[in-house]
């Protein structure tokens, strides 16, 4: 059984930053990838940032990209984003994920592609 707790989030004004963290247990979770996927009120859950199990591969949603950073420390089984520059449009919840496959290279943006779910962390960010 794998837990994800995310951590991190809160209400922020626009133009600052947050760091979530995602720390994980019960799989070994330095061999699979890990995302971040956003749900806003109303709208379908979406991507956000995704991190290879190596840690040297990132990827991002268009929307975030030049302004959010996902990380992971393999020896904390803790998985990072970095959120600065944040704007009322990045209100939503975030969830972090684990990848089906382990020890994937390939770029994994759809949901259906991770079976593992945290309970999600609130991030507001007032105009």
């Known amino acids: 059984q794998v837990q994800l707790v995310e951590s991190g989030g809160g209400l922020v004004q626009s133009g600052d930053s947050l760091r979530l963290s995602c720390a994980a247990s019960g799989r070994t979770f330095s061999t699979y990838g890990v995302a971040w996927f956003r749900q806003a009120p109303g709208k379908e859950r979406e991507f956000v940032a995704g991190i290879h199990w190596t840690g040297t591969s990132t990827y991002y949603a268009d929307s975030v990209k030049g302004r959010f950073t996902i990380s992971r420390d393999n020896a904390k089984n803790t998985v990072y984003l970095q959120m600065n520059s944040l704007t009322p449009e990045d209100t939503a919840v975030y969830y972090c994920?684990?990848?089906?496959?382990?020890?994937?290279?390939?770029?994994?943006?759809?949901?259906?592609?991770?079976?593992?779910w945290g309970q999600g962390t609130q991030v507001t960010v007032s105009s």
């Open positions: 994920a684990l990848d089906r496959q382990r020890f994937s290279r390939t770029y994994h943006y759809s949901a259906a592609e991770y079976d593992y």
